[in-house]
């Protein structure tokens, strides 16, 4: 685990994993309009790429989802691809992201329409 970096913000956290990668923590309270369900969410992204202004869009998560699953993932860290093991975020890096994200006014993911269903996955 590192320390917070010059460019870590408000909406934005960065931090290296255990793994040597530079990582950004974007955290979004604006669903996508194609998703079925919105709330507030947190992509990660490498920033050794420039593929976009955070960097290479590696995976993201409803906040609710990692705040729910707090115990374990601060114990054995998150995949975010499986296929690829440097993108991981070791645990206590997810201690970090947590504790971010707890700080923040997040929304609870629900369904955009009022048709039933289950969870997202």
């Not at 992204?45 to 729910?68: N, S």
Request: proline share 6%; hydrophobic share 35%.
């Amino acid at each position: 685990m590192t320390a917070p970096s010059d460019n870590s913000t408000a909406d934005r956290l960065s931090f290296r994993s255990d793994t040597g990668v530079p990582f950004a923590a974007v955290y979004s309270d604006d669903a996508e309009p194609h998703r079925e369900y919105e709330g507030s969410m947190v992509s990660f992204y490498d920033t050794r790429f420039a593929f976009t202004a955070h960097g290479q869009f590696v995976a993201d998560y409803y906040v609710e989802t990692l705040i729910e699953d707090e115990a374990e993932l601060c114990n054995r860290g998150l995949a975010l691809v499986g296929y690829v093991p440097e993108w991981s975020i070791d645990p206590g890096n997810m201690v970090r992201v947590i504790s971010w994200l707890k700080a923040k006014p997040w929304r609870a993911f629900q369904r955009r329409h009022a048709t039933a269903g289950t969870r997202p996955s």
